[in-house]
């Protein structure tokens, strides 16, 4: 009797542990929240058959070249960019000032591209003294700009204008240069006035 006892009592401490570890723990309060939340506010979207996708577009857009775009301008200050542009001079606002005033000197302003040639330089343009003329202005900023770095005389200048200088500096070696003979009466003949924008006639590029 007691072993039957005995064994009896085995199976139920037995069935006991099984329950135990076979049981799932309840849901906690907040996954029940949870559930309830989203069943709550559940959302939908229905898209209609006949919607058809709609189209991205997109504007189209250009880049311009630095010596096109100075071209096209067609101005004494696009001339002068042009020629800095060339020469590798920073496009620098008093770089410009004093370009713009140079070939001021040169030519005027209101004939700036007489000859096509702006500063009357002598360089592959067929006039030793600065007198020739180019085929275009695009050509004689590129002979401008090999003028400068060709001549051992115009190297103040040049340094002057690849550090964008005061204009005082660029202008005085300028003056000192065998760019013109009368270096410009040492400065007498030279304005230092804001120089007008003029754009040239057609054909002249």
């Known amino acids: 009797m007691r072993a039957l006892l005995a064994v009896t009592a085995s199976i139920v401490v037995l069935a006991t542990c099984s329950a135990t570890v076979l049981a799932f723990p309840p849901a906690s309060r907040a996954d029940e929240a949870l559930e309830k939340y989203v069943a709550a506010n559940a959302q939908s979207l229905e898209v209609p058959a006949e919607a058809a996708p709609a189209a991205v577009v997109r504007e189209e857009f250009g880049a311009t070249s630095g010596y096109a775009t100075f071209i096209a301008g067609g101005t004494n200050h696009d001339w002068a960019k042009l020629v800095m542009l060339y020469a590798g001079f920073p496009l620098s606002d008093s770089n410009v000032a004093v370009f713009t005033r140079w070939m001021r000197q040169e030519n005027g302003t209101d004939d700036w591209w007489n000859r096509n040639n702006p500063l009357n330089n002598g360089w592959g343009s067929g006039g030793g003294s600065g007198l020739g003329s180019y085929a275009s202005l695009d ?27 005061p204009t005082a500096q660029i202008e005085s070696a300028i003056w000192a240069s065998p760019w013109a003979s009368s270096h410009y009466a040492n400065g007498a003949h030279w304005s230092q006035a804001p120089v007008p924008v003029v754009k040239s006639p057609g054909g002249t590029w």
């Open 139 to 165: 050509i004689a900023a590129q002979n401008a700009a090999k003028a400068l770095h060709g001549n051992p005389g115009y190297g103040a200048i040049v340094a002057g204008f690849m550090a964008s200088a």
